[in-house]
């Protein structure tokens, strides 16, 4: 299964809050395991839909809040806790990998606004596992190379110059002739 990120570029997985077992609970103050991962998010910013699905389950909890489950390929299903209001989505609707599907909030058991995000195998709370070995790198879309040949011309070689014919020699008509004759009489 891969997965590209649900929440937008220039956000990361809080540090304090990753995957696994908890020294301390945000709320409880308890050791306890943590089925997912956080991201502080601000309310509000749109979360988007990690690889193609079925909307499967949508609520509020005390707890989680406003949530939504999607099952993915397989029985692979994402979660999402804390949300700003019940997603637009309807159970039985189907996304695809981008598609716009809620809005992070502070919904439920929340400390401050983010996305509580968990891969579970199946729709059953607690069988999860850590989804980012899942993710793949976002990378913008960069089209392939267009690979040009570039061919040197061959260089300009000028024409070796031809001797230039020497220009028919002009005579004037018979009539110009006995113009000039007379003009120069009468400059005379």
């Known amino acids: 299964m891969k997965l590209v990120k649900p929440w937008p570029s220039g956000y990361t997985i809080n540090t304090r809050s990753p995957y696994g077992w908890r020294k301390k609970h945000p709320i409880t103050g308890k050791r306890t395991f943590h089925h997912g991962v956080d991201v502080a998010l601000p309310t509000g910013t749109r979360l988007t839909a990690p690889a193609d699905g079925v909307v499967a389950h949508k609520a509020r909890t005390s ?18 806790y804390h949300l700003a209001k019940a997603s637009e989505l309807a159970v039985g609707d189907t996304v695809q990998t981008g598609d ?12 401050g606004p983010h ?6 195998n199946s729709r059953t709370w607690g069988d999860t596992t850590d989804p980012v070995p899942y993710l793949v ?16 011309p061959e260089p300009v070689r000028p024409e070796p110059m031809k001797p230039a014919k020497p220009a028919p020699k002009w ?18």
């Not at 996305?115 to 579970?120: D, I, N, P, V």
């Open 63 to 80: 707890s989680a809040g406003h949530n939504l489950i999607i099952r993915h390929e397989g029985t692979w299903h994402t979660v999402y």
């Open 100 to 111: 716009i599907i809620a809005y992070s909030g502070n919904t439920g058991a929340s400390t």
């Open 115 to 120: 996305l509580h995000w968990e891969l579970r």
């Open 137 to 152: 790198t976002e990378a913008p879309a960069v089209p392939e190379p267009v690979v040009v040949e570039v061919v040197e």
């Open 171 to 188: 005579t004037p008509s018979a009539a110009l002739q006995r113009g000039f004759k007379r003009l120069r009489g009468a400059v005379k």
